[in-house]
Nanobody, 119 residues
Framework: QVQVAESGGGLAQPGESLRLSCTADKSITRVYVVGWHRQAPGKDRELVAAITFEEGRTNYGKSVKGRFTISRDYAKNTAYLQMTDLKPEDTGVYYC????????????WGQGTQVTVSS
């Protein structure tokens, strides 16, 4: 059973935009933060952006600040990552993670969606 599903990845040229979506199953409750992470070939997975699910406070990685925007729809259990002015170094597999404040706390990862930025 897929509990977290990403969509919206694909191929883009430098300077273009893509929007990623990530929806968690309704069985995942008490979500307190959602993060988008990416893993480039040969590199460690890194946090790109995060948002607190109720308050909507955001945090961004240095390399994407000013170009990417994270948002969420609380009612739909969905988070988004709007990516603009894409660069080749943004290429990688993008994963979202829902962190639940249940006891014990649990993290739910999606399967990932490929983003390739190339001319």
């Amino acid at each position: 059973q897929v509990q977290v599903a990403e969509s919206g990845g694909g191929l883009a040229q430098p300077g273009e935009s893509l929007r990623l979506s990530c929806t968690a199953d309704k069985s995942i409750t008490r979500v307190y933060v959602v993060g988008w992470h990416r893993q480039a070939p040969g590199k460690d997975r890194e946090l790109v952006a995060a948002i607190t699910f109720e308050e909507g406070r955001t945090n961004y990685g240095k390399s994407v600040k000013g170009r990417f925007t994270i948002s969420r729809d609380y009612a739909k259990n969905t988070a988004y990552l709007q990516m603009t002015d894409l660069k080749p170094e943004d290429t990688g597999v993008y994963y979202c993670k829902f962190s639940s404040g249940t006891l014990p706390p649990r993290d739910y990862w999606g399967q990932g969606t490929q983003v390739t930025v190339s001319s």
